[in-house]
């Protein structure tokens, strides 16, 4: 797998995002006190910072970490996606993109200071457990997790299988905290869910997509074949349902888009140096043959997920059903360090067939239908724009003219913005539950076949 070139699109589920918090003070001192005009300047008061605390610091910290916090500092500091792993980060995020680990299944991210929960994977310790989206971690084997990177969370959470970690878990709506122990398995990745389901059209393929690993293109494209089997090659259409999926390989990204396009613009990335910059086009190719095609979305479709929703979206591809995306227009670069672990640095912006960075935006959905109508758990709702640091949305630049809006059919005006008050709680187990899946497929049901077989290469 190659980083030092390799580009990546990693959302806020990955990455930490609050460690610019608490450089602020420090930088304020350095701002006020060292002179602007000579970077040699300002690495001389670095050195004058670095000896008084080595010298008078109630404790001899070790200069290692001193000079590790205050890289890290620096690149958080830029923005809520840079940051320097040592080599123990670096290798889980690795993992990380390679699908497969030792640890319990758990999705998790730091919002506010707190360690909280996206959602246990299918299948792996965490869901067996009981644990919830949405829980809080306030304990890892006995020690707080206040404070706590989230890398260093990860890191304490992930292990040899067979070992066992107690967690102790704050969830809404229970005055006293759950313990839970739970023993470590190997867990791998499952990035593509799917299924048939019968709809008055005829059978329409469910393809649930969790992350742009460097097999997301691979896994859709079995997905799709084995689904075309599975119907005798009569699939009506195409559910995408990229809810709550962070991002990942920005190559995967483009894969994808042009697993499902013939032609047309996927993504642009302009950075600092315009020698840089890049272009990515659709192949002709089509794996469904035009099939119809729904994008579900919600706040968590993050990043490399929003360049496959705004590029089948303007391409005119797909219909997208649900709420406005995340809004991560930025490109990171992982450039490794030899022996040292890597450095994350934004090194550009992306941008979508209309010309348009979707940077704090987001993609706004065809369709507007909310996930409950009554939303209890506020981090649903946030978004890039939250983040210390973010970028402001830049200039759009001038693109070619996008082809006509996909014709809706008539019942997509009938179709409500939010489950009626009696809609059953959602239930991952029970797709009857699932709000705007079942929109989804009223909806795919009444668009036009493009022809009567789909076969898949």
């Given at each position: 797998m190659r980083f030092r070139n390799g580009l990546m699109l990693t959302g806020i589920f990955i990455a930490g995002v609050t460690l610019g918090a608490v450089v602020q003070?420090?930088?304020?001192?350095?701002?006020?006190?060292?002179?602007a005009d000579s970077t040699y300047q300002q690495l001389s008061l670095f050195g004058d910072v670095l000896s008084e605390i080595k010298q008078n610091y109630v404790v001899d910290p070790p200069t290692k970490k001193l000079?590790?916090?205050?890289?890290?500092?620096?690149?958080?500091?830029?923005?809520?996606h840079s940051g320097y792993m040592n080599a123990q980060q670096y290798a889980n995020m690795q993992v990380q993109t390679s699908g497969q680990f030792g640890g319990l299944g758990l999705e998790v991210t730091e919002t506010n200071g707190l360690l909280k929960v996206i959602t246990p994977i299918d299948g792996t310790p965490g869901q067996r457990?009981?644990?919830?989206?949405?829980?809080?971690i306030v304990e890892i084997d006995g020690h707080s997790t206040d404070g706590l990177t989230l890398d260093n969370a990860v890191t304490k959470m992930r292990g040899a299988p067979g070992t066992k970690v107690h967690l102790t878990?704050?969830?809404n709506g229970i005055n006293t905290p759950v313990q839970v122990t739970l023993t470590r398995e190997i867990i791998k990745l499952q990035d593509v869910k799917d299924r048939l389901i019968a709809t008055p059209a005829g059978p329409v393929g469910y393809i649930r997509l969790s992350s742009f690993d460097e097999n997301a293109s691979d896994h859709i494209r079995k997905a799709i074949k084995e689904l075309s089997a599975k119907a005798h090659g009569h699939v009506h259409g195409y559910i995408l349902d990229l809810r709550d999926n962070p991002g990942g390989l920005l190559d995967q990204a483009v894969a994808v888009?042009?697993?499902?396009?013939?032609?047309?613009?996927?993504?642009?990335?302009?950075?600092?140096?315009s020698e840089d910059d890049q272009v990515w086009y659709a192949q002709s190719g089509d794996i469904t043959h035009g099939a119809p095609l729904i994008v579900l979305t919600n706040a968590g479709t993050a990043s490399a997920a929003e360049i496959v929703t705004a590029a089948l979206q303007q391409n005119r591809r797909a219909v997208v059903l649900g709420t406005r995306t995340f809004g991560k227009g930025s490109v990171q670069t992982i450039m490794p360090i030899d022996n040292e672990g890597a450095l994350r640095l934004t090194t550009a912006l992306y941008f979508t067939p209309s010309g348009k960075s979707i940077q704090g935006f987001g993609v706004t959905p065809?369709?507007?239908v909310a996930e409950t109508a009554t939303p209890q758990?506020?981090?649903?709702?946030?978004?890039?724009?939250d983040l210390l640091h973010s970028f402001t949305n830049p200039t759009g630049l001038t693109s070619p003219s996008l082809p006509p809006p996909i014709p809706l059919p008539a019942i997509a005006k009938t179709i409500?913005?939010?489950?009626?008050?009696?809609?059953?709680?959602?239930?991952?187990s029970k797709p009857a539950t699932d709000f705007q899946l079942q929109m989804a497929l009223k909806l795919i049901a009444a668009m036009p076949a493009n022809g009567a077989t789909i076969a898949a290469k």
């Open positions: 003070p420090l930088d304020t001192a350095i701002g006020k006190a060292a002179p000079i590790y916090n205050a890289i890290n500092g620096m690149l958080a500091g830029l923005d809520p457990a009981g644990i919830k989206p949405g829980d809080i878990i704050k969830r888009s042009d697993d499902f396009l013939n032609a047309g613009e996927i993504v642009a990335t302009h950075g600092r140096h065809d369709i507007k758990d506020m981090f649903a709702q946030l978004r890039e724009n409500p913005d939010k489950p009626p008050a009696k809609w059953p709680a959602f239930d991952a």
